[in-house]
């Protein structure tokens, strides 16, 4: 069976589900998880390899300023991979000299901050973030995109387009959920200026007569400031805090609706398409939200979902209204949202596709190697390699 090194360099944060998702769902491929250091949260497993121990922190700045670590070469070569798949633009760089020095095939997913907010930050650090895609998207064989718009930005950004394509990751199709609707709107996402929280409360402090029960599912650096701002409009919002996986879909199948109001933030943030918009779906809740972005191919206005334009409160006002009075319009929007869901967006169905990627990819590295008369393309390491521990899943 062939073997997938999934690299993320901090493995892995709490809101990275789709990372994990994609991963468990290959069934012809064998996947191992490698990252640079091990971040805290409930989705870390005992059999993640991590390069970087704690207190090795000068070794992981050094690969972040370099690009290069002679210890990330030995483990991935430990590892033995046909394919290594890094997440986010920036991480790919980060084991795209590994990966090229051990003749082993790179596949990069871009995902939205990595084409649309780094590089153009101002000032060196922007230079490295462009310089660094560039490196990357010339090191990889194969660019993903999360959607049309991220694929444009990282063409944008230099990436040859006969590389770029768009693969949807995808969501697992549960059961049709039979739960209560105890809440009118549930959002679920980190405190951040692109996911246009502002917006919400502003459209819900309209909402008033209605006393819609309000659910915010997350955490994030702007978690205070919408606690203050809501207490300000007099919107009854429940803040349930940062929850894990299975709590948080609970929480989305007891809406009536789930609400996304998306926009790009002012230091030009945007989301790639939101794993939340397809999770409230597959659930069968309908979703307003904004065309921004890739939420425009997996909500279908008036279809499964209702969109407006960014920063349009009254729109967003409008769409929950409609949606919160009318019984009928909600429960249609809702089916048809699960529907088209299961047919576009079935996890199960993304990552079959994905692994025909894979063998494309890694049947060309190995059809070019021979032709080449090339050797081994992971090759044995000089020193003993640290220890890999547990089995490819």
Same mark, same amino acid.
Request: aromatic share 4%; charged share 25%.
């Given at each position: ?225 919408? $606690?203050?701002? !809501? /207490? ?7 803040? *349930? +805090? %940062?929850?894990?996986?299975?709590? #948080?879909? @609970? ?97 199960? $169905?993304?990552? !079959? /596709? ?7 990819? *890694? +049947? %060309?590295?190995?059809?070019?190697? #021979?032709? @080449? ?21």
């Amino acid at each position: 069976m062939s073997r997938v090194v999934v690299w993320r360099s901090g493995l892995l944060a709490p809101s990275e589900t789709f990372v994990r998702s994609q991963g468990d769902a290959l069934t012809r491929w064998q996947v191992r998880y490698l990252g640079a250091v091990k971040v805290p949260s409930a989705l870390a497993r005992d059999d993640d390899v991590i390069v970087f121990p704690p207190g090795a922190d000068e070794r992981f700045l050094r690969l972040r300023v370099t690009g290069r670590s002679p210890r990330l070469r030995r483990m991935l070569a430990a590892l033995g991979p046909d394919l290594v798949h890094a997440h986010f633009g920036g991480d790919g760089w980060l084991v795209s000299a590994a990966a090229e020095e051990l003749g082993v095939p790179l596949i990069v997913t871009v995902h939205g901050h990595d084409v649309t907010r780094q590089p153009y930050a101002k000032g060196p650090k922007g230079v490295r973030h462009r310089r660094n895609l560039r490196t990357v998207f010339r090191r990889a064989a194969v660019i993903l995109a999360v959607s049309e718009h991220i694929r444009r930005r990282a063409i944008e950004q230099g990436a040859d387009p006969a590389k770029v394509r768009v693969h949807h990751t995808g969501v697992p199709i549960p059961p049709p959920p039979r739960a209560e609707k105890e809440w009118d709107v549930v959002f679920a996402g980190r405190f951040v200026p692109k996911k246009g929280l502002d917006d919400l409360l502003a459209a819900l402090a309209t909402l008033r007569d209605l006393e819609p029960r309000v659910l915010f599912v997350g955490d994030g650096p702007l978690a205070a400031a919408i $606690r203050t701002r !809501a /207490a300000g409009l007099g919107v009854p919002v429940t803040f *349930a +805090g %940062a929850l894990d996986h299975a709590s #948080a879909s @609970a929480a989305m199948a007891a809406a009536k609706v789930f609400a996304s109001p998306s926009r790009t933030a002012p230091d030009g943030d945007a989301e790639g398409l939101p794993t939340t918009v397809l999770e409230a779906a597959a659930l069968g809740v309908p979703v307003v939200s904004t065309r921004h972005s890739g939420i425009p191919e997996a909500v279908v206005h008036g279809t499964t979902g209702l969109l407006g334009a960014e920063g349009d409160r009254e729109a967003l006002a409008a769409h929950l209204r409609v949606l919160l009075t009318g019984d009928e319009l909600r429960e249609r929007l809702g089916r048809q949202a699960r529907e088209h869901t299961a047919g576009h967006f079935d996890l199960r $169905r993304r990552t !079959a /596709a994905l692994e025909r990627l894979y063998d494309d990819v *890694a +049947g %060309a590295a190995v059809t070019g190697g #021979a032709a @080449a008369g090339a050797g081994p393309r992971v090759p044995r390491p000089r020193t003993p390699a640290p220890p890999a521990p547990g089995p490819y899943r």
